[in-house]
């Protein structure tokens, strides 16, 4: 089983700031890379997927980048809808999801 | 607009089973995998099953292995979780997650609103 880690748990962060999201996997998963969005009470919801594509309707200031086992969520400037859960997932070998990291208003 | 809404949660013993269902609109759905997906309250996200749009290819999770089938109606649209001999660890929301291929392997958009089930005497 590939095992994904996240960092870190928590971001303490203010409105405008930068927020940069860490996933690494056990192994490679090559370029096969989901992240998703979770705000309290609702489902996740798809930002990313394969790295760096951007799911329908997910504004420009979530970026993906990385290769192998490390990679990265970037968001470039916080808005106060984007205080929220953060998981990554693979899908090289059968379908897991990283521990999540919490985005939190600081 | 694609809608995935669960169903069939509830309160259930150790032991007993309970069949969840989900009935999905807006797509063609047997051109497409579907997954579950639980979640454990206020912990992380752990895949459970994915069925192929054929039904020709599944997969589970090692923790459901020969205790949940999925299975699914694409007459109906539906997508079906039958789980037997429940265990409190399966305490979770259960949502369902559209692939956005015919076979069950890549990610999950969109997801149901998710169902709770609760094992527990």
């Known amino acids: 089983e590939i095992v994904l880690t996240q960092s870190p748990a928590t971001l303490s962060l203010s409105p405008g700031e930068r927020a940069t999201l860490s996933c690494r996997a056990s192994?490679?998963?090559?370029?096969?890379l989901a992240w998703y969005q979770q705000k309290p009470g609702q489902a996740p919801r798809l930002l990313i997927y394969d790295v760096s594509n951007r799911a329908t309707g997910i504004p420009a200031r979530f970026s993906g980048s990385g290769s192998g086992t490390d990679f990265t969520l970037t968001i470039s400037s916080l808005e106060p809808e984007d205080f929220a859960v953060y998981y990554c997932q693979q899908r090289s070998i059968r379908l897991t999801f990283g521990g999540g990291t919490k985005v939190e208003i600081k | 607009e694609v809608q995935l809404v669960e169903s069939g949660g509830g309160l259930v013993q150790p032991g007993k089973s309970l069949r969840l269902s989900c009935a999905a609109s807006?797509?063609?759905?047997?051109?497409?995998?579907m997954h579950w997906v639980r979640q454990i309250p206020g912990k992380g996200l752990e895949w459970v099953s994915g069925i192929s749009g054929n039904s020709g290819s599944i997969d589970y999770a090692d923790s459901v292995k020969g205790r949940f089938t999925i299975s699914r109606d694409n007459a109906n649209n539906s997508l079906y979780l039958q789980m037997n001999n429940l265990r409190p660890e399966d305490t979770a929301f259960y949502y369902c997650a559209k692939d956005p291929g015919g076979e069950p392997r890549n990610w999950f958009d969109p997801w149901g609103q998710g169902t709770l089930v609760t094992v527990s005497s």
């Open positions: 807006g797509f063609t759905f047997d051109d497409y995998a």
């Open positions: 192994r490679s998963v090559r370029s096969y």
